[in-house]
């Protein structure tokens, strides 16, 4: 199997590189069982995640959002991290700055061992207070319903369509983005515009722009390379020919 990689000269930029970050989406998960949200396999019991992850699905039904997540956070736990969330995680002992920014919620990066991390969407493992806004971990034993601190409904943590970004945290991904000098874009559709626009920032600042997805994506013209094909597959590759090949 021929896996795709760079020419010598753009390995060697990224081996002398200070700053180095990633964006992923959920197609770094696939491999591991997880399905993509606009993929087949997006779909749970006829819905799609844009009719369940709003705060208007779980003001109108929120047992049926919950029933939702507690079917997704069994399948995130039953799913392992993959080469392509290991290498990542290996990445960070290897440049001088690496950070990863994630719009996934399945805590895979976390479990692979990824310290400088970003979670923008949050994560399915963590409750919040609709109220106080207390998090919690949930445990594997099972979920609490009501805070502990002020008997409110819990909710899921997780950046729902149309809620708003955590300031602080959007600003220091935006820091990192614009600081970096070689930017990854791996296993996302895209179409969210935020975690986008922090890709499109790192390349108008001039970052060397790598792209690892089977598909074609709104970015895919903006940047210096696409590597098509899975994460899984390409990353270790990738990872070996820039600092172990030698
Ligand atoms: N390796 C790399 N990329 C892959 C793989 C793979 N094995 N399999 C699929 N992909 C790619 C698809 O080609 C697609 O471009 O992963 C991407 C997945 O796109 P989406 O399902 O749109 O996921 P993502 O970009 O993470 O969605 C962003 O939307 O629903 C919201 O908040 C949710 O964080 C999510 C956000
Ligand atoms: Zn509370």
Redesign the pocket.
Known sequence: MNIPSLPPAALEKIRSSKNITAI?????S??SGIP????AG?FWKNYK??EL?TPEAFSKNPNLVWEWYDWRRDLCLKAEPNP?HLTLAKWESHATSFHLIT???DGLHVRAGSKQLKQI?GNIFTTRCTKCEDLRPIETSGRDSFCRKCDSPLRPH??W?GEMYDTTLLQSCYEIASRSEVILI???????SV?ASMAEEAIRRGALSIE????T?SLSGSVDYCLQ????E?LPKFFYDIYESK
Do not use: D, M, Y
């Not at 992923?24 to 770094?28: C, D, E, K, L, M």
């Not at 791996?186 to 969210?192: C, D, E, K």
């Not at 690892?212 to 598909?215: D, F, K, L, S, W």
């Open positions: 992923t989406g959920a197609g770094i696939q491999e993509t949200f606009r993929g997006g995640a844009e992850a392509g719009q996934n919620v969407h997780i950046l369509f791996i296993g996302t559709s895209a179409n969210v975690p690892i997805n089977p598909e994506t094909g899975k994460s899984g390409i």
